[in-house]
């Protein structure tokens, strides 16, 4: 019987962005592209976190505000605001605007706590866990992306 085993533990990429003075972790499976900030057509009759569509090298992505989203103020687009155009597992590709993409980090599962969801506070559903970034030793809120884009765009 072999006692040396050692358990591989599973390190995931994240991309760290920035919302203001806030960072958040996404998990970096779930992103196809991060590009520059762009004309924005709005879509009638759509919820407010909804920005509306881009044209990406013919394919029509939807847009939406994670600012608005989490209830923060209004985005303010600068050179370094960016549109991270997520592929969650079966379904359409959406962007999302950011106000800085920061790095990408390496986190273990032993540098990420898990958090309670508590359902009267609807912005703890969007975040799954906090990762400790060890580069810099902050703390990034890493968001479910599932949950961040799962309701519908238009009302």
């Known amino acids: 019987m072999d006692t040396n085993i050692i358990e591989k533990e599973e390190i ?16 970096i499976s779930y992103v196809d592209n991060i590009v520059r ?34 209830n923060l103020e209004e985005d303010s687009y600068t050179d370094k605001t ?24 390496n986190l273990k599962e032993d540098d990420v706590d898990k958090m309670a969801i508590d359902v009267r506070d609807e912005q703890s559903k969007y975040i799954f866990g906090v990762g400790k970034n060890n580069n810099n030793n902050t703390l ?16």
């Open 140 to 155: 990034i809120s890493l968001l479910n992306i599932n949950n961040v884009i799962e309701e519908s765009l238009v009302q």
């Open 12 to 27: 995931k990429q994240y991309i760290v962005v920035n919302l203001g003075a806030e960072q958040y972790g996404i998990d």
């Open 82 to 105: 960016r549109i991270i155009i997520l592929k969650p597992e079966q379904q359409e590709p959406i962007g999302i605007i950011v106000d800085l993409v920061k790095e990408v980090i």
């Open 37 to 70: 900030m762009q004309k924005i057509t709005r879509v009638p009759k759509s919820l407010d976190y909804f920005k509306g569509v881009i044209n990406l090298r013919g394919e029509i992505i939807p847009i939406m505000s994670l600012r608005k989203r989490f």
